[in-house]
């Protein structure tokens, strides 16, 4: 009802100042260029680009002997030390020692990675590649909460098939650990902004978290919330 009466406020106040073959011009076509300013799409990581398991990666921490892995471990956001690795609040090694210590024995990097990478349940190449497709037009991020375990393995040749890094499939990565926060803490988004210099009304934010679209759309981005797993190529194509 609202595009009817401004489209009829536009037409009658232009009818006379404008050529006729812009006054005719239909909404669709007025639409569609107002979406061909985006210039920018950031994806989370687990769950949107990879497939994620919560379950599976208690069993792995269980494995290494984390009794309490299902109290520490959620889908989203973390518990304990887990938590403060993925802020940031400490290293990698200092979380290896800590969880050393919980476990009463010692754990090696590769059994605490092995323990984190759990978490995935697949890498689609398809999903990769459509990544890359759409570098040819946008720029590509990706804004994730996880920690040096993850992004070690994913930023090495190990992370595909194809024996390529998730760096070369996107122009930069964000990590929670980095940016000293996790979101749906609004800082994390303010340290992407501040450092790619996107503007987020010319962003699409692609995120399975509900909490973390919420954010998303109060800091004036354009947002999509797909299933973990799910293929949301053609979901994303409607928003182009």
């Known amino acids: 009802m609202e595009s009817a009466v401004f489209f009829a406020i536009w037409y009658f106040i232009d009818l ?6 812009i006054k005719c011009l239909p909404l669709q076509r007025i639409n569609k260029k107002i979406m061909k300013q985006i210039k920018n799409i950031v994806f989370d990581f687990g769950g949107v680009v990879i497939g994620l398991d919560r379950e599976q990666a208690v069993k792995a921490f269980e494995r290494i002997g984390v009794r309490e892995a299902d109290s520490l471990l959620g889908k989203y956001h973390q518990q304990g030390i887990f938590q403060e690795v993925e802020n940031g609040n400490i290293d990698a090694e200092t979380f290896r020692c800590e969880l050393s210590k919980i476990c009463g024995k010692e754990l090696t990097y590769q059994d605490v990675e092995n323990g984190w990478k759990g978490f995935v349940t697949d890498v689609p190449q398809y999903k990769l590649d459509y990544l890359n497709e759409l570098r040819k037009k946008y720029k590509v991020y990706i804004l994730s909460n996880t920690n040096p375990y993850v992004m070690g393995w994913a930023r090495s040749n190990a992370f595909t098939s194809a024996g390529k890094p998730l760096d070369a499939y996107v122009d930069k990565i964000y990590t929670s650990y980095e940016a000293g926060s ?31 679209i919420v954010i998303g759309k109060e800091l004036g981005f354009i947002t999509m919330q797909p299933e973990n797993g799910e293929d949301w190529r053609q979901k994303l194509e409607k928003l182009l």
Request: glycine share 6%; hydrophobic share 35%.
């Open 16 to 21: 006379h100042h404008l050529p006729f073959t």
């Open 182 to 212: 996790t979101k749906p803490d609004p800082g994390i988004f303010n340290y992407m902004i501040k450092d790619s210099k996107l503007n987020p009304a010319e962003t699409i934010f692609v995120d399975d978290g509900a909490a973390n």
